[in-house]
């Protein structure tokens, strides 16, 4: 299912209840709890490698970005997968780190916590240009969202399963006390228009020309596309 940015306040970390933002009780827990939890996995789509890439492996990790064509018509939905995978064939624990090699990411409204997120800029930027350029707002700034409260927890810890994009995420609170929840690190996202940054914001759809989007992780992990907005066809 593909979701309107800007339009729709969307839960992006896919987890069936709003816990793991704190955990809940006010006694100390002396050891972690697990919540064991059956989750409906997306089948991941598959653009065929029409516009798509992939990171170097940081922690045993790879981050996938694909876009489902190079060149677009103007005001024609620009379809994005994001998906962040363990490489390794046996169950991976990575760190929650702060090493993100660009900031501004987002995933929607309601996506604070996440550990990896994407950014879309007009004209076509590197990897040594990209950092001192402000991203697109690609979602609705005017708007009032009313995100769950976990949509603002991060993990201090994730635990990847073998060869697969599901991990536990481990989440910290006070008192002392550890949760994980079993979640899918894999978003689909539709992007027709952006907001300029006055208030209110304006919203345009994306101009013909050429735009540079970014995908990256916590850990470091970054992958760059480009793709045209031509003319509108009759």
Not at 134 to 143: D, K, Q
Not at 151 to 167: K, M, Q, R, T, V
Request: charged letters at 15%; one cysteine or more.
């Amino acid at each position: 299912m593909k979701h309107k940015i800007g339009f729709t306040a969307i839960i992006l970390l896919i987890m069936s209840t709003a816990q793991a933002a704190g955990c809940s009780g006010t006694s100390p827990v002396s050891t972690p709890s697990r919540i064991t939890q059956n989750i409906t996995t997306t089948q991941i789509i598959d653009f065929a490698g029409v516009n798509s890439g992939s990171s170097n492996f940081a922690n045993g990790l790879i981050l996938s970005l694909s876009l489902d064509a190079k060149t677009y018509q103007q005001y024609q939905d620009v379809s994005i997968t994001i998906d962040e995978k363990n490489t390794l064939s046996k169950t991976n624990r990575v760190a929650a780190a702060d090493k993100w090699p660009v900031r501004g990411l987002t995933l929607g409204p309601c996506s604070q916590g996440s550990p990896f997120g994407v950014a879309v800029y007009q004209g076509d930027h590197n990897s040594r240009s990209i950092s001192a350029l402000t991203p697109l707002v690609i979602f609705n700034p005017n708007a009032l969202y009313h995100c769950p409260a976990f949509a603002w927890g991060e993990g201090s810890s994730y635990d990847f399963y073998a060869s697969s994009d599901i991990a536990a995420i481990r989440y910290s609170c006070d008192p002392p006390c550890t949760e994980s929840y079993d979640t899918q690190l894999y978003r689909e996202l539709s992007l027709t228009h952006y907001w300029d940054g006055s208030y209110p914001s304006t919203i345009h759809s994306f101009e013909p020309g050429d735009y540079t989007i970014v995908a990256a992780d916590e850990w470091g992990n970054m992958v760059i596309l480009h793709f045209t907005v031509a003319e509108p066809s009759n």
